[in-house]
């Protein structure tokens, strides 16, 4: 008390915080030795981390064998990464023949070379650069993927699988699921009773089916009800099932952010004669996809795990491939690396999304949250 | 603000020509009749400020003029067109009549500068090198130029609703109107957008205020309108309005609000 009334009124300065508060002390205090009870979930965290990670440790990389050809090679006794090695391939094109496969990758290379410009802030033409992308660019995907044009052997889809069909159906339901999504949900809360009707009706339908009976449905009941001759390819079928069912979800999610703008916004926008598309596009949307991020790319996420299930219709996805490959009598024993594997790969893709869609929300942060 | 009311009042000129008309106007809330027989004629140049108690219908009022709320019975004619459900007309007339809300209701995704010019540039066509020339003009007559390129969130109130003034402004419409323009204000800041308010009216500019400042309403309005329960009760100049109220209620409501 003493010391603080050496200073006259209005000069007090700026005095530092306590040393014990701040830095790798300060934060070891308050976040893991707050009290007895945090000092010992601490130690006990500490010691399970000491059980488990040596073993994991030396069955992933210390014991484990990366190099050779046969399973010979594996005498370690850890991990036998050889197997993923010879198969790799394989987990990425499926049954794609070998000698056609550049046609995949210059798919996924000629994807990446046209998003590249999309997120340079010097590109001016992002607009008919992400046209070109979602109308054109599937266009020539699927054709190049699929052949029997400008010479190219046909590919039956049949025949593709793996990591690569994985994305294909992936990408494919992201892609298209966002916008069908988006009018579902401004139908939903469309005034006109014929319009919301109808998206209530599509919405409640598609989330109240499971997925793997949309796949069922797709492959199995749809083409009795076409008419003799006409068929339509089984992963387009699966494709489409897969890209309505998530964009019933994607439309809820939507919706949640639209409830979240406050009515002023509406008004505010109706009030400078902005009619209700341009109001929905430039100030109602914008404010309410940034709300629901988490949740679009939850969706992703969810929608990324679940083309697994194509499996049940006969593709082989990449989670089916790598099931496949360890049945093979050559490789008996080595399921363990496989879904370690395969879990690896699912993480690293989820994961990506998940940390694409912090760094958008950061870059979004206009300050109105406060 | 020491402006004697007359000096001001002398000054602004009201043409003979009619630019609202409100004539036998209804409206209900489900079955609740909120807006009861309204008649109101407003010329273009005058100044009126609506007071009232809280739910006496004096926002929704100015909310039909632009229709943000629907009006069931009689008419409403802005600027010569006649507010129907027809959209275009409802487009037309709300690119020609400005409000400002009590809560400002900019766009919290959109700078400042943007907010002034989305709407010239997607409603009035204008390109957006001129949308930003006017957008900066006005941005200096509200006195806030150098914050063109912050987002609403980093102003203050009295900041935003300078913003919000000048965002209406843009559109150069015909009427503003202002709803609470000040009340969710802090106290220091309410001064700072009714000068602009005053700069506004003696410009010329057409204004219908709903507000509960009182000096604001001696020193610009050319009329004062009291409602209650729904109904004009009263309408009068300023200084006879407020010197010499005749119905009970006007009196009533005036001596609780000059109580305080």
Sequence with gaps: MTTDTQYAPGSYPDLPPPPSTVGVVGWLRANLFTNTTNTLLTVLALYILYVILPPVFSWVFFNANFIGDTRESCDGGGACWVFINSRLSQFIYGFYPEAERWRVDSTFYLLIALMIPMFMNSFRHKAWLGAFILFIYPVIGFYLLAGGVFGLVEVETTQWGGLSLTLIISIVGIVGSFPIGLLLALGRRSKMPAVSTFCTGFIELWRGVPLITVLFMSSVMFPLFLPEGVNFDKLIRALVGVTLFTSAYMAETVRGGLQAIPKGQYEGAEALGLSYWKSMSFIILPQALKHVIPGIVGNCIGLFKDTTLVLIIGLFDFLGIVQAATTDPKWLGFAVEGYVFCAFVYWVFCFSMSQYSQSIERKLHTGHKR | ?260
């Design chain 2, 1 to 260: 603000m020491n402006e004697t009311a007359t000096g001001l009042q002398s000054k602004l000129e009201v043409s003979d020509e009619v630019i609202i008309e409100i004539n036998d106007m209804h409206k209900w809330y489900g079955e609740f009749h909120v807006l009861k027989n309204i008649n109101l004629s407003v010329q273009r140049g005058e100044r009126i400020v609506i007071c009232g108690p809280s739910g006496s219908g004096k926002s929704t009022l100015i909310r039909c003029i632009n229709r943000l709320e629907e009006h069931q019975q009689g008419k409403i004619i802005v600027d010569g067109t006649e507010l129907t459900s027809d959209l275009k007309h409802i487009e037309a007339t709300r690119r020609e009549v400005g409000m400002c809300f009590q809560h400002f209701n900019l766009f919290p995704h959109l700078s400042v500068l943007e907010n002034c010019t989305l709407a010239p540039i997607w409603v009035r066509k204008m390109s957006k090198v001129e949308a930003e020339e006017v957008a900066m003009k006005y941005l200096e007559r509200v006195k806030i130029p150098e914050q063109a390129l912050k987002y609403p969130g980093q102003l203050s109130g009295g900041q935003q609703q300078r913003v919000a003034i000048a965002r209406s402004l843009c559109m150069s419409p015909k009427v503003m109107l202002f709803d609470e323009p000040t009340s969710a204000l802090d106290p220091e800041m309410i001064s700072e957008v009714l000068d602009v308010m005053v700069e506004l009216a003696e410009e010329g500019m057409t204004m219908i205020c709903v507000t509960h400042e009182m000096g604001f309403a001696k020193k610009v309005a050319n009329r004062v309108i009291f409602m209650d329960a729904g109904e004009i009760i009263e309408e009068n100049e300023p200084l006879e309005f407020f010197d010499n109220p005749q119905n009970e209620r006007t009196k009533l409501f005036l001596s609780q609000i000059i109580q305080h």
